[in-house]
């Protein structure tokens, strides 16, 4: 498969960066070259709509070239590094990569609450049991929203589908349970007077692509019904610069690794893999550190990298500035990640198997890594 490394430079970053630029609050990152003519008509609403995983790929699957958003595409970015929701979608909320924020993926170990934690939710990832104390997400890795940054710039405003740390510090937020939710919002937002700036998330396609699969008829219907919907919103919106992009692509996967089911790599660990399960931080004993590479070389070979921790630190895969405190504890000894269509488990004893996800990301295959910039200026 081909592979595609986060350009920190041209990245979904600098998405963003252009258009909190707009407001005057720039991030550390270019901004996207492909807005400026966009910006430059002084749009007094902008808004960015996050579909979460419509990456490059899945949509030129799925949408022929006159639908609405292939006839509105502007520009190919990368994701961040890890491509995944908890670490991308923070991007977009906080305008750092996850180095600088912390959020590496859905799952970290936080050895202050002792147990691998669920980044969006108190819950232990392994056991699925409600933490008690404060949010852990909120209490280790908090960040400065860009909400927070553009105060007094612009009305702010956030769309989330699902209570978490993400939406805080925005000057109005909505509660949407549907994607005719998400559009009545933003056209009600387009009507106000006062210059805007709005994120708005849904979390489709990726549902659909999780459980059907990339390529599946399923997702192909989710596809068009966005595309159905968004076209029919056009002509609803006033004064507004519309940017509709992703978090990350998907890739189909085929089977998993389960760590706890191979002898040879669950021996060496101190503890179960954490971040995500196609770019998973292992915790090696250190006098088994060769016994571990061997394995993994064999048994993974084919369809991982694997990345000692300084390795991982000097690729620059996880972004570029200072690292977040938490950033150490994290990263494990060494940074497993997929390059095929392999993926990792960890079986705890008399688990039944679960419901298999058929796509998948945080890999760095092209499928994964690329995601579409389209633009609507109304």
């Known amino acids: 498969m081909n592979l595609v490394y ?26 996207l070259e492909e807005l400026a003519p966009l910006l430059a008509t002084k749009p007094r609403h902008v808004m960015l709509l996050l579909l979460d995983g419509m990456g490059g790929a899945p949509l030129r699957r799925a949408l022929g070239e006159d639908s609405y958003l292939r006839a509105h595409e502007i520009a190919t970015v990368t994701s961040i590094f890890p491509p995944t929701t908890a670490a991308a979608a923070t991007a977009y909320y906080c305008g750092k990569s996850a180095l600088e924020s912390g ?3 859905w799952h970290l170990y936080m050895k202050e609450f002792a147990s691998d934690v669920v980044a969006f939710k ?48 925005a000057d109005f937020r909505h509660r949407v349970s549907s994607f005719a939710d998400v559009l009545n919002v933003l056209r009600m937002i387009s009507q106000g007077d006062g210059p805007s700036f709005t994120i708005a998330y849904w979390n489709q396609p990726d549902a659909k692509m999780h459980r059907y699969g990339v390529s599946s008829p399923e997702a192909a219907a989710e596809f068009r019904a966005l595309d159905r919907q968004l076209s029919a919103l056009r002509g609803r919106l006033r004064d507004t610069l519309l940017v509709v992009t992703a978090d990350h692509g998907m890739v189909d996967t085929t089977q998993a690794v389960d760590i706890a089911t191979t002898p040879a790599l669950l021996e060496p660990l101190v503890l179960p ?16 550190r060769e016994a571990f590479e061997a394995a993994f070389r064999a048994l993974c070979g084919e369809d991982f990298l694997l990345l000692s921790r300084e390795e991982a630190l000097a690729s620059g895969l996880f972004g570029r500035g200072t ?37 998948q990301h945080a890999g760095l295959t092209e499928d994964e890594m690329l995601v579409s910039v389209l633009a609507d200026r109304m």
């Open 6 to 31: 986060p350009d920190y430079d041209r990245s979904i970053l600098s998405t963003l960066s252009a258009l909190t630029g707009y407001f005057g609050a720039p991030l550390s990152y270019p901004p």
């Open 103 to 105: 959020w590496l993926g």
């Open 273 to 288: 893999p954490s971040i995500e399960p196609r770019a998973s931080a292992f915790y090696v004993k250190r006098h088994r």
């Open 122 to 169: 108190r819950t232990a990832y392994y056991t699925g049991n409600t933490l008690e104390g404060p949010f852990p997400a909120g209490l280790l890795i908090p960040y400065e929203t860009v909400f927070e940054r553009m105060k007094g710039a612009c009305d702010t405003h956030v769309l989330y589908a699902f209570d978490s740390y993400c939406e805080h510090g």
């Open 323 to 359: 690292p977040h405190p938490k950033f150490d504890d994290f990263l494990g000894d060494y940074l497993g990640v997929a390059t095929g269509r392999r993926y990792f488990a960890f079986s705890l004893p008399g688990a039944g198997p679960g419901d298999r996800l058929i796509g």
